[in-house]
């Protein structure tokens, strides 16, 4: 079984920055795609950044640039750090671990992942 627990999540201004944090229990967690989406109320939710097990990030349009994503086996850890936030960057953001699938690609789509923290809210305000 494995759990994830986000961390980090707040409320900012824009042009501000946050690096949320996730820890994952479980010893397969450095051999697995890992990921960060996000999700709007009303929306449906969608990735932001994915990582394989090389430390390759995968980036979706709206973290080009903006968002690093990031992981730590020696900790079981992954990063995002999130710079120049805008208000449409306002979400919960979740990170997600596929432990089914083995291999160099990472997919950015939510089915391919199937554990799930419980989130942490950003809020970009002014």
């Known amino acids: 079984q494995v759990q994830l627990v986000e961390s980090g999540g707040g409320s900012v201004q824009p042009g501000e920055s946050l690096t949320l944090s996730c820890t994952a229990s479980?010893?397969?967690?450095?051999?697995?795609?890992v990921g960060w989406f996000r999700q709007v109320p009303g929306k449906e939710r969608e990735a932001v950044a994915v990582?394989?097990?090389?430390?390759?990030?995968t980036y979706t349009d709206s973290a080009k640039g903006r968002f690093t994503i990031s992981r730590d086996g020696s900790k079981n850890a992954l990063y995002l750090e999130m710079n120049k936030l805008q208000p449409e960057d306002t979400a919960m953001y979740y990170c997600a671990e596929d432990t089914i699938r083995v291999g160099d690609y990472c997919y950015t789509l939510v089915p391919f992942y199937n554990y799930w923290g419980q989130g942490t809210q950003v809020t970009v305000s002014s």
């Open positions: 990582i394989d097990t090389n430390g390759r990030p």
């Open positions: 479980g010893s397969g967690f450095s051999r697995h795609c």
